[in-house]
């Protein structure tokens, strides 16, 4: 079975504070990893991609960056938050069946 | 281990009929389960989601029950349509101090024949 896990399931943050949210896939090897934004009441913003160790595409520019430390871990990191960063961050995996969903972080910046 | 065993892993039925999938799991500790339908080059989409207290949760033509003693769900499909054609996975949800895990599934590939 493949497994993705997101850590922490919620957060909530002071602005102007640092941010580290964790992605982990198991069971499979050499995934495209994912990182989304979804504000509220809005739809899925993809922020940044990895098509392998050390290799990061970002979609948008922002405060925001992605590090790929190891095959199957993804990284979304900020020195300083904003307001703006509130919202629900999900990573995804791929594989050539499809993209699966991670259970997803909520970050509320305050 | 959290494992998560679908089957089976094909089936072909004739248009019309009925089928159900077989999701066995061993997940802990538990939060929810949730059926995906996901057509070949597409990504998954949500059937049903259902948490440790609900048994059945339907949708449409898609019914989901859930045994959390057993650890066991199904999904039924009623009267299936050549649209039905596509893979079914189970993905089983786990909420622990450290955050949120899911579990997938191998999938069953269903084939509806006119």
């Known amino acids: 079975s493949q497994t993705i896990h997101q850590w922490p399931a919620t957060l909530v943050q002071p602005v102007g504070s640092p941010l580290s949210l964790e992605c982990t896939v198991e069971g499979t090897s050499n995934p495209n990893l994912y990182w989304y934004r979804q504000a509220a009441g809005r739809g899925l913003q993809l922020l940044f991609y990895?098509?392998?160790?050390?290799?990061i595409s970002s979609e948008v520019p922002q405060n925001l960056s992605a590090s790929r430390p190891q095959d199957r871990q993804f990284i979304l990191s900020s020195k300083k938050l904003l307001l703006s960063d509130s919202g629900f961050y999900l990573c995804?995996?791929?594989?050539?069946?499809?993209?699966?969903f991670g259970p997803g972080t909520r970050l509320t910046v305050l | 281990k959290n494992q998560v065993e679908q089957s089976p892993q094909s089936l072909i039925i004739l248009e019309g009929k009925n089928c159900t999938l077989q999701?066995?799991?061993?997940?802990?500790?538990?939060?929810?389960l949730r059926w995906y339908k996901q057509d070949t080059g597409r990504g998954p989409v949500s059937l049903t989601i259902?948490?440790?207290?609900?048994n059945t949760k339907s949708n449409g033509r898609y019914t989901a029950t859930l045994d959390a003693d057993t650890k066991q769900s199904s999904l039924h499909i009623t009267a299936s349509q050549l649209s039905d054609s596509a893979s079914y996975i189970c993905v089983v949800s786990a909420l622990d101090n450290a955050g949120n895990m899911l579990t997938f599934g191998g999938g069953t590939r269903l084939m509806v024949k006119p």
């Open positions: 999701c066995n799991y061993t997940v802990s500790p538990f939060s929810n």
């Open positions: 259902m948490t440790f207290s609900e």
């Open positions: 990895s098509v392998g160790i050390g290799q």
């Open positions: 995804a995996w791929s594989v050539k069946r499809g993209q699966f």
